[in-house]
């Protein structure tokens, strides 16, 4: 054996040697999670370090983990907050949380439970992994929650059903049971229950309501449901953890990086902070100071076959024996004897080649070829939503119709996903059960809303056509303006003007905050503005429109706090020769029509009882629908009514715009509201003579002595005039708002008649 064979036999030992050093070092220390003298596992529950058990083991306090009974449980037993998973990599967490519980007998209510679960700012409650469901079939649940932000979001669905037969098992689509998403970033949440009629109809099968946020496979709707929720009190929810509130950049320039050797810092993808990460070709728990150790890719059999596989850190080298040539992990034998050989080395080297060059050219055109079918497809598919969303019938009567929808456009579907960075979720301005808003800016840098719907509402393409050139005619000041839409989607896409001051709700019940308080001049000139709006889709329009959905969050305000009445996404156009229509009961709670709940008949006089919540809003300040006790109101309809029959209405009006001054002016919005929220829709007025007291009080503020009662008959019957037409004229803007009659006895007897007197 020649010298040089012993050196290359040697070197071989050598490398193999350092091979299972190398793997053992790795293996004994990689496989330690937790700090050196701590425990890192709580029964079958390992707890990976920042998080730990006792003293001294965790990264922070809120990471302390405290093991009972093989039981680990999130900072302290008294917390109830079990721990089942921890995930480093993901940055999650599961827990298990109660059930809420809503229950009834002959007698009434039984047993109400409202579980509250809240989170140090390292925690929020996932709204990928988790949903938000209500089980029973006379139930409405509400989740109510607080942001790493300081945000506070309300969202929650309801759920009937007239027996057991009617429910469809399997599916959570509003019978027996509902679901709805989780908003993002919530740090606390409240689940709230209550039924419609104390389940008297439902008892023999259903005497409870449940309500739960979950893991999205953590929960199915079944046969046994019913029964089964009679003995859990307890079910799993994903929970995202990150390290503090900073990001990596942030947390590397104060030096506070908690990231060890071998490791990489990543922003968290669902809320503040950041999380570690093992480099490629490392493994551990990156926190550690040794976490993060060598894998020893040689343990792999399929490496480097036919020669040495040399772990190096962080990745790997093969090593080819003599005659021997490295393709990527293979050695491959190329025996050359002598120089009449060189025709079978130039064989096995050049063809080789030769098909790897041909299979490359090979693969790129069949690479080219898939992305023309692709796109071909794409474009096919979206010819397909254009026809089958009444795209060329809408051309057609947008052609036809020139002149009137001279700003309505047809949008492409790739505008509007420049327009939103590709739905970017740092786009979306708002969220409801029947789509997301976002915030889109055109090529033309004209800032713009755009409604994506989550589902589609499988809609008649005539009746689709017919709602939009219906919505596109509307060009009133208070109503906000449809700039187009888009029709190469699966679901309509609706391009809408972007009103920039928020909600009515934000200003009326987020004061100091989002918001400032409104003046009572302002909350007049709102109330008169939207009535003047639902006044004009009643009357003024083609075919009369029925919002349906009414409620202070679908009024918003401009920065001149000009009101325009939004979300058509529930609306109903009404046949002229029809009074009413019978439909599938929709809106928001506190805000329902109470006979249009028990009839399913749909008439105008919904929209002018859920108009008389937002009145009692703008007076006393307080919510629609609110399980607040210390509040002492829950259906702010029904408190309002009562305080006026008990003559208490200025015990209830908000004391921002209680003064002597007002006082004859709030009496009569006051009396107008109570008439709006009259149970029988027969005995409220019209949304016109809604529309017409409310400016008339709107004028007589803006007189020098329009507070005054002993008014000069003569300038007051010369004042009321100049309201007489059938059309009034909108001093501000210039064009006609809709058709207000205004006779000087009736404003004056409203003006005389004590609170109290009834109407």
């Given at each position: 054996m020649g010298l040089l064979e012993i050196l290359s036999h040697s070197s071989v030992v050598l490398v193999v040697m350092g091979m299972v050093i190398s793997s053992y070092a790795s293996s004994s220390t990689a496989s330690s999670v937790a700090l050196p003298g701590c425990a890192d596992h709580c029964g079958n529950l390992t707890v990976p370090y920042p998080f730990g058990i006792g003293d001294s083991c965790h990264l922070e306090e809120k990471f302390n983990i405290s093991c009972e009974s093989s039981v680990a449980y999130l900072f302290e037993r008294e917390s109830n907050i079990k721990v089942t998973k921890i995930s480093l990599?993901?940055?999650?967490?599961?827990?298990?949380?109660?059930?809420?519980?809503?229950?009834?007998?002959?007698?009434?209510?039984?047993?109400?439970?409202?579980?509250?679960?809240?989170?140090?700012?390292?925690?929020?409650?996932?709204?990928?992994?988790?949903?938000?469901?209500?089980?029973g079939c006379d139930t409405y649940a509400l989740i109510e929650g607080y942001s790493d932000g300081g945000e506070r979001y309300i969202t929650g669905c309801m759920s009937l059903c007239d027996d057991i037969s009617s429910i469809g098992y399997g599916s959570c689509s509003g019978a027996g049971c509902c679901e709805t998403s989780i908003p993002r970033g919530l740090i606390n949440r409240t689940v709230t229950l209550s039924s419609y009629y104390n389940h008297s109809y439902v008892l023999d099968f259903n005497p409870c309501s449940y309500a739960f946020t979950v893991e999205r496979n953590g929960f199915n709707f079944n046969k046994t449901t019913f029964e089964d929720l009679k003995t859990i009190d307890q079910l799993p929810i994903i929970i995202d953890w990150s390290i503090g509130n900073l990001s990596c950049d942030e947390a590397k320039k104060l030096g506070d990086?908690?990231?060890?050797?071998?490791?990489?810092?990543?922003?968290?993808?669902?809320?503040?902070?950041?999380?570690?990460?093992?480099?490629?070709?490392?493994?551990?728990?990156?926190?550690?100071?040794?976490?993060?150790?060598?894998?020893n890719e040689c343990n792999n059999s399929s490496l480097c076959a036919n020669g040495h596989c040399n772990n190096i850190v962080g990745s790997y080298t093969c090593t080819c024996p003599e005659r021997y040539v490295l393709s990527g992990t293979i050695c491959s034998e190329v025996p050359v004897t002598n120089s009449s050989d060189r025709s079978r080395r130039a064989l096995f080297t050049y063809v080789p080649l030769s098909v790897g060059i041909a299979f490359v050219a090979f693969a790129v055109a069949t690479l080219v070829l898939c992305w023309g079918i692709k796109r071909r497809k794409l474009m096919k598919l979206k010819e397909k939503f254009f026809e089958q969303n009444g795209g060329f019938m809408l051309q057609q009567q947008l052609s036809s119709r020139r002149g009137s929808?001279?700003?309505?456009?047809?949008f492409t579907a790739e505008e509007l996903e420049r327009a939103t960075n590709n739905y970017d979720e740092s786009r979306v301005v708002g969220e409801g059960g029947y789509g997301t808003v976002y915030?889109?800016?055109?090529?033309?840098?004209?800032?713009?809303?755009?409604k994506k719907p989550k589902v589609n509402a499988q809609m008649q393409t005539e009746q689709f056509i017919n709602e939009m050139?219906?919505?596109?005619?509307?060009?009133?000041?208070?109503?906000?303006?449809?700039?187009?839409?888009?029709?190469?989607?699966?679901?309509?896409?609706?391009?809408?003007?972007?009103?920039?001051?928020?909600?009515?709700?934000?200003?009326?019940?987020?004061?100091?905050?989002?918001?400032?308080?409104?003046?009572?001049?302002?909350?007049?000139?709102?109330?008169?503005e939207t009535a003047g709006a639902l006044a004009y889709l009643h009357s003024e329009t083609i075919m009369p429109i029925i919002h349906r959905d009414v409620k202070t969050m679908n009024i918003l305000l401009d920065e001149n706090h000009t009101a325009k009445v939004s979300d058509f996404g529930t609306s109903r156009l009404v046949p002229l020769d029809e009074i009413q229509m019978t439909t599938l009961v929709q809106g928001t709670l506190g805000y329902l029509d109470p006979e249009y709940l028990q009839s399913s008949q749909l008439t105008e006089k919904s929209d002018v009882y859920s108009f008389g919540v937002v009145l009692a809003e703008l007076l006393t300040g307080k919510k629609a629908l609110s399980f607040d006790k210390s509040d002492g109101v829950s259906n702010l309809?029904?408190?309002?009514?009562?305080?006026?029959?008990?003559?208490?209405?200025?015990?209830?009006?908000?004391?921002?715009?209680?003064?002597?001054?007002?006082?004859?002016?709030?009496?009569?919005?006051?009396?107008?509201?109570?008439?709006?929220?009259?149970?029988?829709?027969?005995?409220?007025?019209?949304?016109?003579?809604v529309a017409m007291e409310l400016e008339g009080l709107r004028t007589l503020q803006k007189h020098p002595w329009g507070s005054k009662v002993?008014?000069?008959?003569?300038?007051?019957?010369?004042?009321?005039?100049?309201?007489?037409?059938?059309?009034?004229?909108?001093?501000?803007?210039?064009?006609?708002?809709?058709?207000?009659?205004?006779?000087?006895?009736?404003?004056?007897?409203?003006?005389?008649m004590p609170y109290n007197g009834g109407r």
């Open positions: 990599n993901d940055g999650e967490m599961q827990i298990w949380q109660y059930v809420g519980q809503d229950c009834y007998n002959q007698d009434g209510p039984q047993n109400r439970t409202t579980p509250e679960l809240r989170f140090a700012d390292s925690f929020t409650i996932s709204s990928t992994k988790n949903k938000f469901t209500a089980v990086l908690k990231c060890k050797a071998n490791s990489q810092c990543v922003n968290s993808k669902t809320r503040s902070g950041y999380l570690c990460m093992c480099l490629p070709g490392f493994e551990g728990n990156p926190y550690l100071p040794d976490g993060c150790q060598d894998v929808f001279e700003t309505t456009k047809i915030k889109g800016i055109l090529m033309d840098d004209k800032v713009v809303a755009i050139i219906v919505l596109m005619q509307i060009n009133h000041r208070n109503v906000v303006r449809l700039l187009g839409c888009c029709l190469e989607t699966e679901v309509p896409l609706l391009v809408y003007e972007f009103i920039t001051n928020g909600t009515l709700f934000q200003h009326i019940h987020n004061k100091g905050t989002h918001a400032p308080s409104l003046s009572w001049e302002l909350r007049l000139k709102i109330a008169a309809a029904m408190f309002f009514v009562s305080s006026m029959e008990d003559d208490r209405l200025l015990r209830v009006i908000d004391d921002e715009i209680v003064s002597n001054e007002h006082l004859e002016a709030l009496r009569e919005v006051a009396n107008l509201t109570r008439r709006c929220l009259r149970i029988k829709g027969e005995e409220r007025p019209t949304m016109k003579e002993d008014l000069c008959s003569e300038e007051t019957e010369y004042l009321l005039q100049q309201h007489s037409s059938p059309y009034a004229i909108d001093i501000e803007s210039g064009s006609r708002s809709g058709g207000v009659l205004v006779g000087y006895d009736s404003i004056q007897n409203q003006l005389l």
